[in-house]
T-cell receptor
């Protein structure tokens, strides 16, 4: 069974631009969560989607948004990029129904110049 | 609110020595606890998890952890370190299941394990 895939793996943007990251969960998984990892703040929860609905959201500004499609694939969008948005963005999938085990993708490394 | 504290941001051990990575948690409800490992430029890989039942949990690659409710701890151990164990390790806590609720992981700040030859 294929693991969680994230595209692109690396991305360079400039301040003020917007970016869209993609995540394909493990087949059969309906929950997708996003996390931001930075050296200063560590791993922080962004949001979780289940059956195309956002079920939970972390403490991030509205510039960070996401969505989930009917095939459970998910995208996250960051608008008006700031230097501080440079991070590794990790996607994790799980069955989402009574199962807390999350499987992580390799991440997308975003650099904002 | 939940929180996780990992004591020691860097731990060095000799190859063949005992590995002990410390994790203490705070949770208002019975927690689910996890240890993940991250190799450079990779995502997180689950080593082991505690949900309910046996408090000594065995994971992959010879790692194990013991849930001690009285000490609110979930320390990770491995009897004999291998060079390939060098990586960053994260302890995480999650809410107990409740109907319809989303689950998020709250991570500790991580411990970088170095294995010396």
């Amino acid at each position: 069974k294929a693991g969680v895939t994230q595209t692109p793996r690396y991305l360079i943007k400039t301040r003020g631009q917007q970016v869209t990251l993609s995540c394909s969960p493990i087949s059969g998984h309906r929950s997708v969560s996003w996390y931001q990892q930075t050296p200063g703040q560590g791993l922080q929860f962004l949001f979780e989607y289940f059956s195309e609905t956002q079920r939970n959201k972390g403490n991030f500004p509205g510039r960070f948004s996401g969505r989930q499609f009917s095939n459970s694939r998910s995208e996250m969008n960051v608008s008006t990029l700031e230097l501080g948005d440079s991070a590794l963005y990790l996607c994790a999938s799980s069955l989402g129904a009574g199962n807390n085990e999350q499987f992580f993708g390799p991440g997308t490394r975003l650099t904002v110049l | 609110a939940q929180s996780v504290t990992q004591l020691g941001s860097h731990v060095s051990v000799s190859e063949g020595a005992l590995v002990l990575l410390r994790c203490n948690y705070s949770s208002s409800v019975p927690p689910y606890l996890f240890w993940y490992v991250q190799y450079p430029n990779q995502g997180l890989q689950l080593l082991l998890k505690y949900t309910t039942g046996a408090t000594l949990v065995k994971g992959i690659n010879g790692f194990e952890a013991e849930f001690k409710k009285s000490e609110t701890s979930f320390h990770l151990t491995k009897p004999s370190a291998h060079m390939s164990d060098a990586a960053e390790y994260f302890c995480a806590v999650s809410d107990t299941l409740s109907s319809g609720s989303a689950r998020q992981l709250t991570f500790g700040s991580g411990t970088q394990l170095t294995v010396l030859p």
